[in-house]
């Protein structure tokens, strides 16, 4: 039994023995007894068993600390990227083998002999203490930098965080190799510059092609206006033959008259005036070809009745020779483009239809100009004839340059081609062909006024 118990049991029942007790009572100190003895030894299994799991427990929980640290390095290792731990002081306590490999170190160079703030002098940007100042400030940190080991300079990426071991915190440096993407960007950077230069030498054939081209239009129009000349110089010189034939018969006149004594006042009043008349008339044929040859430099606004009856005067008398006869109509519109180029477009396609008449034997040729408004947006101006129009087998090819369907050196194949350059690109309008009975006629559409302004306004 348990000293104190019988100690407190002498006391309460004022004995010195508890053999002084009756039976009873000491029956049931003993059963007290023989509990609190129960008591002790359940106690002292419980203790023993508590001590026992508590070890276990212990060492339990190493063994977990044990199997994490590890699986930790086993992770680290089979990462596809360097891994590399510090102190806060510094110290490197765990880089995996592929840290080791491309910084260029053996585990034990970088476990013993190397601290932070000596490997991050061989990087280029930023140092340990940059690290960890930036990441007192941001609990990540990622950056490109590169590294140089024994052997080259080398591209990496780094990512930097802090860990957390055993309630301390560490400094996690993760870094890869970029040498691939760094070898791409250069590539890419290569590339880019190749393609720069081939664009440049491709912008320079361009522009030399254009030239050419430029060269090669300017010799078509050149030669445009040779062919016209041509055509020009014979209406010409049909306008002039009626005022020669005046003049030359006026003069013999006058050689008679001075035989016969008619010679008067009255008489050379009247013989100068009709030799100035036709002078003058000579004159202004002269002044209008002039014109025409007149190159026009830039768009001004002109009025297409005033053009069309300008060549007209230049082109009927020749026309009237060949037994053709040719008819104006319609308003006096104005629109804005090269007038002296207009006209070369109207000889040129006047000059077609007297060719197709003549060509196909057409006793009495017709051509009917014709101008009118075609919508809000277009004037347009139809040429009609009766020459026989255009075999099917070459409406698609009437346009090209160098085509003709004259014989011998009778056509240069470019007059209808600058006519629709000229209309097309230069006037910004329409020149199109269509066959009719009998005949053909060309459609020329020019925008107007207002139409050209918007035009230009939405450049």
């Known amino acids: 039994m348990h000293r104190l118990l019988k100690r407190q049991i002498k006391k309460s029942f004022g004995v010195k023995n508890l053999d002084e007790l009756s039976p009873e009572l000491i029956n049931f100190i003993n059963l007290i007894g023989k509990t609190y003895n129960t008591l002790d030894l359940d106690k002292k299994i419980l203790e023993n068993t508590i001590s026992a799991n508590t070890k276990e427990l212990i060492e339990l929980n190493t063994k977990i600390e044990i199997e994490a640290d590890v699986r930790l390095k086993e992770l680290i290792e089979q990462a596809p990227y360097g891994f590399i731990i510090i102190q806060s002081d510094g110290k490197i306590i765990e880089a995996n083998q592929f840290a080791c490999q491309v910084l260029g170190y053996s585990k034990k160079d970088v476990f013993l002999n190397l601290n932070a703030n000596k490997l991050f002098e061989k990087f280029d940007r930023f140092s340990f203490s940059d690290i960890l ?14 590294f140089q080991n024994k052997l080259i300079n080398i591209p990496v990426e780094i990512t930097a965080g802090k860990l957390i071991i055993k309630n301390v915190s560490h400094i ?18 290569q590339k880019t510059r190749e393609i720069e230069e081939l664009n440049k030498g491709l912008e320079e054939k361009i522009k030399q092609e254009v030239n050419k081209n430029l060269e090669k239009d300017q010799l078509l129009v ?10 020009m110089m014979g209406n010409i010189a049909h306008q002039w033959r009626q005022p020669l034939n005046t003049l030359a018969i006026a003069i013999q ?13 009255e008489y050379i009043q009247s013989f100068v005036k009709s030799a100035m008349e036709n002078i003058t008339y000579m004159s202004k044929t002269i002044d209008d070809f002039r014109n025409f040859f007149k190159p026009s430099k830039k768009k001004e606004p002109f009025k297409l009745r005033d053009s069309i009856e300008n060549i007209l005067q230049i082109i009927s008398a020749q026309l009237e020779n060949h037994n053709i006869k040719i008819t104006l109509s319609g308003e006096n519109y104005e629109v804005i483009g ?8 109207i000889i040129n396609l006047t000059n077609n239809a007297k060719d197709a008449i003549l060509e196909n034997n057409i006793s009495n040729g017709d051509i009917s100009i014709s101008i009118e408004n075609h919508s809000a947006r277009f004037r347009k101006i139809l040429i009609k004839d009766n020459g026989g129009g255009v075999p099917k087998s070459i409406v698609n090819k009437i346009f090209e340059p160098y085509f003709t369907t004259k014989e011998g050196n009778k056509g240069t194949g470019i007059g209808l081609y600058m006519s629709k350059t ?18 053909s006629i060309f459609m020329i559409l020019i925008p ?3 139409q050209q302004e918007r035009d230009l306004n939405c450049k």
Do not use: C, H, W
């Open 338 to 345: 090269y007038p002296n180029e207009f006209k070369q477009v």
């Open 222 to 231: 050149q030669q445009s206006k040779m062919a016209a000349m041509g055509d």
């Open 253 to 265: 006149d006058v050689e008679e008259a001075y035989m016969f004594d008619d010679i008067n006042e």
């Open 133 to 146: 100042n930036l990441l007192s400030k941001n609990n990540k940190l990622s950056f490109d930098d590169s």
């Open 448 to 450: 107007t006024a207002d």
């Open 172 to 189: 996690l440096i993760m870094f890869q190799d970029i040498i691939e993407r760094v070898q791409s960007q250069k590539m890419k950077a």
């Open 422 to 439: 000229i209309i097309e690109e230069n006037m910004r309008g329409k020149l199109i062909l269509k066959n009719i009975n009998g005949g």
